[in-house]
């Protein structure tokens, strides 16, 4: 059974940095896209950034283009989401997913493990 656990994730201020790690345990991990949501306080959960199966295709959603890079290393089976020129607005519960295809997609219908979240706080 695939595990997920995220770390990384703490108080910042606007302007600021974090980089968010998700360390995979279980099924084979390098066959599998990644991808990273999040969860602010009273709205749905949304699409960060996926990453394919081998890192060779990304995505992203627009909010977070040109700040936010995901990355991953195949070897330590472990997902990276560095983020720069933080907003009060990407506060929210950051959660680490495993997709059951190979690419870098942005449908949370088609994760099927997800980590247990870290909270990332951007102060103004």
């Known amino acids: 059974q695939v595990q997920l656990v995220e770390s990384g994730g703490g108080l910042v201020q606007a302007g600021g940095s974090l980089r968010l790690s998700c360390a995979a345990s279980?099924?084979?991990?390098?066959?599998?896209?990644m991808g990273w949501f999040r969860q602010a306080p009273g709205k749905e959960r949304e699409f960060v950034a996926a990453?394919?199966?081998?890192?060779?295709?990304?995505s992203y959603a627009d909010a977070v283009k040109g700040r936010f890079t995901i990355s991953r290393d195949n070897a330590k089976k472990m997902v990276y989401l560095q983020m720069n020129s933080l907003r009060p607005e990407d506060t929210a519960v950051y959660y680490c997913?495993?997709?059951?295809?190979?690419?870098?997609?942005?449908?949370?219908?088609?994760?099927?493990?997800w980590g247990q979240g870290t909270q990332v706080t951007v102060s103004s």
């Open positions: 279980g099924r084979t991990f390098s066959r599998n896209g």
């Open positions: 997913a495993a997709s059951i295809t190979p690419a870098a997609i942005s449908n949370p219908v088609l994760y099927d493990k």
């Open positions: 990453t394919s199966f081998n890192g060779g295709g990304a």
